[in-house]
């Protein structure tokens, strides 16, 4: 119940001090090609509920009916405009609408499309238990998300083997192990992260370290080393590409 008092409060004043900037950003998204400056995109929030997480949009109109869920830096469907909104991250900032709506928090597991959900593990099915949020110690981590795909001839299958799996680790052990006051040390961290990010992910490794998590994931958290496929947790296997090749024809036929 606090929880959620805090989650209101700033979110509210964050809309009304944000509102200015925000409605810049609008008109310029629109000035650029006459669309739609927002983008409502289906995700899956606490047990398994669908709902519109509303996004300023950055990409070209329709960007999402090439069925590629994972943006890698240097994708050619983000417009110019969008490469900057993207940079300060000022692209999420509308979704404090939903944490309004009580659909997400201020912070929690980040909601996942259904193609991740669908190749979810049985342990990965208990982040469907959290409410999502703007922001978690995974989100802090992998906000070099873009960077780490830069090149992939095949994003989502490089995310689904190199960075899911590692999210989700740390999602997982977050979420169980959270208090009011983690919760506020996460935010300061997100802030903490635009300005000085190394800092930012040794205190996020630290945290980690203080909930019990193992040497290998703050190791991780702390992103000294190269990240290799892994399997996601529970599992003994990296995800491969022909279950994506599964999932996405499954989607198709949906």
């Known amino acids: 119940m ?17 509102a200015p900037l925000i409605g810049l950003i609008l008109l310029l998204i629109w000035l650029q090609d006459g669309r739609t400056p927002l983008y409502v995109a289906p995700r899956i929030g606490q047990y ?63 909601p996942p499309v259904a193609l991740d959900v669908a190749l979810y593990s049985p342990s990965e099915r208990e982040l469907l238990e959290f409410c999502p949020g703007l922001t978690d ?28 799996p590692w999210k989700s680790q740390i999602s997982l052990l977050y979420a169980r192990r959270r208090t009011l006051a983690t919760d506020m040390r996460v935010l300061g961290l997100t802030a903490l992260a635009n300005v000085r990010r190394g800092a ?9 370290e203080a909930m019990g998590a193992p040497a290998g994931l703050a190791a991780v958290a702390r992103r000294r080393g190269e990240l290799l496929p892994v399997p996601p947790p529970g599992c003994e296997f990296p995800i491969t590409a022909a279950d994506l090749r599964f999932v996405r024809q499954q989607h198709a036929v949906a």
Not at 144 to 153: A, F, H, N, T, V
Not at 201 to 207: D, I, M, S
């Open 2 to 18: 606090l929880r959620r008092s805090c989650d209101l409060a700033i979110a509210g004043l964050g809309l009304l001090t944000l």
């Open 200 to 208: 930012a992910l040794e205190h996020a490794a630290r945290l980690l």
């Open 48 to 110: 398994g509920r669908i709902f519109g997480m509303v996004k300023i949009r950055t990409m070209v109109a329709r960007a999402d009916r090439s069925s590629i869920y994972s943006t890698a830096a240097g994708d050619r469907r983000v417009t110019p405009l969008g490469r900057l909104i993207r940079r300060f991250k000022l692209d999420e900032v509308t979704q404090l609408w939903n944490v309004l709506k009580g659909e997400m928090g201020l912070v929690g597991p980040r």
């Open 137 to 164: 110690l995974a989100s802090i981590v992998f906000a070099d998300e873009g960077d780490i795909l830069r090149g992939s001839l095949d994003p989502d299958l490089d995310y689904m083997q190199r960075i899911r």
